[in-house]
């Protein structure tokens, strides 16, 4: 599935370049549009749907809803992965088996009307948790390593500047298609609240039976504020000509 993606998000960047050449040598006015419903393609990536409505007030203002849903696989146990950021990112490891629900609104100024360039603000808030998951954390040799039965739910809260260019395929009557490339960055304060109910330290071994069973389950609660890094590709469908 996920290479089906990419291979999708390939070809629709070479045709990006290719509408590019096409779209400076068009002299007609585009099409302008009320509304927009876009899909983004690359929270696929990440186990989650997250599909977005832009009103155009003007040519230059629009606001923006999002609303997206965390969707896990079958797994009974996960590993973590390694940091490559670690001044903006965090370990994604629980998309796999995590739930969740994302909720967002924005507003866009439009830089350039025939360009499409645009910068934008939105504010956020995702609920994600697992219940009572196999958790591998491995570093090699390390004392560090365990592996834990355990649930969690963690709350984002945080607040994201963009960067982006939309670029029109199709221009109809009554709709059209255009794809939104995105960059940018943000602040994030996260609650994360762990319950370990079972845990062998120093190993990543996947007996479970040789999991010892804590009595209580012990609860965690972390507070902190993360720098993020956003990107991404959107697929819309403008509707309702102005």
């Known amino acids: 599935m996920r290479k089906l993606i990419l291979a999708i998000s390939i070809i629709l960047i070479i045709q990006i370049l290719n509408l590019e050449s096409y779209a400076q040598e068009e002299t007609k006015e585009k099409t302008t549009y009320k509304n927009n419903i876009t899909l983004n393609l690359g929270r696929f990536v990440l186990n989650e749907a997250r599909f977005?409505?832009?009103?155009?007030?003007?040519?230059?203002?629009?606001?923006?809803?999002?609303?997206?849903?965390?969707y896990p696989t079958n797994s009974e146990s996960f590993n973590s992965i390694p940091i490559i950021f670690p001044f903006f990112t965090y370990p994604s490891?629980?998309?796999?088996?995590?739930k969740g629900i994302y909720l967002g609104a924005g507003y866009s100024y439009i830089l350039g009307?025939?360009?499409g360039i645009y910068i934008s603000?939105?504010?956020?808030?995702?609920?994600?948790?697992?219940?009572k998951k196999y958790y591998h954390f491995c570093v090699?040799?390390?004392?560090?390593?365990?592996v834990s039965l355990e649930?969690?739910?963690?709350?984002?809260?945080?607040?994201?500047?963009i960067f982006g260019k939309k670029a029109r395929i199709i221009s109809g009557r009554k709709t059209g298609l255009e794809l939104d490339f995105f960059a940018g960055f943000g602040i994030q304060y996260r609650i994360e609240e762990l319950t370990i109910f079972e845990?062998?330290?120093?190993?990543?071994?996947?007996?479970y039976s040789e999991l010892y069973k804590k009595d209580p389950p012990e609860n965690k609660t972390y507070r902190n504020w993360h720098p993020t890094l956003n990107a991404g590709i959107l697929i819309g469908m403008p509707f309702g000509q102005k």
């Not at 606001?63 to 849903?69: H, S, V, W, Y």
């Not at 649930?151 to 500047?161: H, Q, W």
């Open 121 to 131: 603000a939105e504010a956020y808030f995702n609920y994600n948790y697992y219940d």
């Open 151 to 161: 649930s969690m739910k963690l709350k984002k809260t945080g607040l994201k500047i």
């Open 199 to 207: 845990k062998r330290n120093g190993s990543c071994h996947w007996d």
């Open 140 to 146: 090699g040799m390390d004392m560090d390593s365990y």
């Open 52 to 70: 977005g409505y832009e009103r155009h007030l003007t040519e230059r203002h629009t606001l923006r809803a999002i609303i997206g849903f965390q």
């Open 93 to 98: 490891y629980y998309y796999k088996v995590s």
């Open 113 to 115: 009307i025939r360009s």
